[in-house]
């Protein structure tokens, strides 16, 4: 006889109901404390990085004060795909499947980019077999990697660092994460990640940063 399938319980609706309020409560407990982590995180301390890192991209070498396109807040995916690899790992390439359009982040003077120590060339064809719109970046033949802790010659690892840059156009690092912190890939997680947060009236943030009315942002991408 063929195995039965496996499936949660069926309760009536009052059941339903009961159990469903008490999973919202801790669901409602977990966001408060996702939001706690968040404002924390705006507090963290950066680290100034002096170091002048040249990558390659579409319109050729770039800095990497380059990479945030004129813009404040600098997320980079670090891609794993090293030079003699044979294909990218299929576990970035899903996590770049995952994020969506960029200009939600752009509104909120945020650059997103993937950086890999693969020849842009290869990085570009991946890019372009996979119709990602995320800007893709090589950073062969600099100490990039290695420096952000994510490999180097002979190893490659992956995760997500974000970047701020000042009024005097220097760059600092303000976080990273790996392993399933990379997971959350909606704009307004992302947003989350970096100094200035989503910057809606509600988050609990230092004074002088920068922020509007909740859901009063943002691009509606056809207008």
């Not at 396109?69 to 390439?93: E, K, N, T």
């Not at 990697?145 to 490659?156: S, T």
């Not at 990273?176 to 809606?200: A, K, W």
């Amino acid at each position: 006889m063929a195995k039965r399938l496996a499936m949660p319980a069926v309760v009536s609706p009052a059941d339903w109901r009961e159990a469903r309020m008490r999973l919202l409560d801790k669901e409602k407990a977990a966001t408060r404390t996702l939001d706690a982590l968040a404002a924390e995180r705006r507090r963290l301390p950066m680290v100034r990085l002096d170091q002048d890192y040249v990558f390659s991209g579409a319109r050729g070498k770039v800095s990497l004060a380059g990479l945030f396109s004129g813009r404040r807040q600098l997320i980079v995916y670090h891609f794993m795909f090293a030079p003699d690899w044979s294909s990218a790992c299929a576990g970035c390439a899903r996590r770049i499947d995952d994020i969506g359009h960029l200009a939600h982040l752009h509104a909120r003077e945020t650059s997103l980019v993937a950086v890999a120590r693969a020849p842009y060339s290869r990085l570009a064809e991946l890019r372009r077999r996979k119709r990602w719109t995320v800007p893709f970046f090589s950073s062969a033949g600099s100490s990039f990697n290695a420096d952000m802790g994510v490999g180097g010659e002979g190893e490659d690892d992956f995760g997500i660092s974000i970047f701020f840059r000042d009024d005097d156009a220097l760059v600092y690092r303000s976080y990273f994460t790996t392993g399933r912190g990379v997971e959350p890939s909606g704009f307004r997680h992302l947003l989350d990640m970096t100094p200035y947060g989503r910057q809606e009236a509600w988050e609990e943030s230092p004074e002088g940063w920068p922020q509007s009315p909740t859901h009063g942002w943002g691009s509606a991408r056809d207008e």
